[in-house]
């Protein structure tokens, strides 16, 4: 029978972030890092140059930054803030915004909302960054949290994504986990996720230019998983680094996770 009051996944998300994913246990540890971030040191490195990369495709824009969901401001998004005078936080979840609040200081423009009705003026901000997030929205509503984004830039500016790509093989075998029940072992059944495939984003970026450049080979929970030896991680993420520099095309349409740079026309 279903629930007198079905929560919505905009609710339930919320829920978990201010109850669970944004604060910390006895152990200090919040459940995002718990549940996703758990890592491997031999992966570390890889990491680093993760958190480079949006500040990277950002690169020569300076001004307004808006970054939605920006959850507990991990390295990548101080990283991405540095070049700009004001950086706008908007998140569902005010666990979220009081950690911002303390890791950004008066630099930040805090605000409670959704991506879905982006509290942002029209052509407001220079660029906007979006890590981790839109998977987490309804598949039917994330073209919306899209044309808020872009709607929120100046001609020319600049939207950077951070997605799962669901055609890339790890993905594959996720799923093939999932039907098994793999997935609520890892504990990662926590939120909703969905990811549209990358020619989505044509679609979805309307009149805008796309580049889909690879991010991540693959999430801690996925490491854990496929690569439980210590020597095997060292070497496969040795070689991911190098391979995503080569061989950037072709990564991007392996790797479980892209960035994905809109670019808004003049
Ligand atoms: C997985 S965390 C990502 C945090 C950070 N951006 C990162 O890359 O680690 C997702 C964040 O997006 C927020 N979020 C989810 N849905 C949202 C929505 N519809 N509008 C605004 N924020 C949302 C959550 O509250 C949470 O803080």
Known sequence: MPAAHPQSVEERTRAFYDNEGWVAGDDGVTGEDAYFRNTAPERAAYDEKCDRKARDLLSGFSGELLIAGPGDFPKSHALASEPFDA????????????????RLGDKGRYKCGSLLDLPAANESVDAALCAHVLFHIDKDDQARAVSELIRAVKPSGRVVFVYMNPNAPLMLIQRFLKFFGVHKMLKADKLYCFAHPPRWWETAAKGCAVTIHPYNIMSRNQTRALLPI??????????????????PRMAARLWSYIAVEINKPA
């Open 87 to 102: 950086v706008h936080c908007v998140d569902i979840s005010e666990q979220s915004l009081s950690i911002c609040r303390r």
């Open 230 to 247: 210590p020597a095997l991680r060292r070497r496969v993420f040795s070689w991911a680094s190098k391979y995503e520099d080569r061989n």
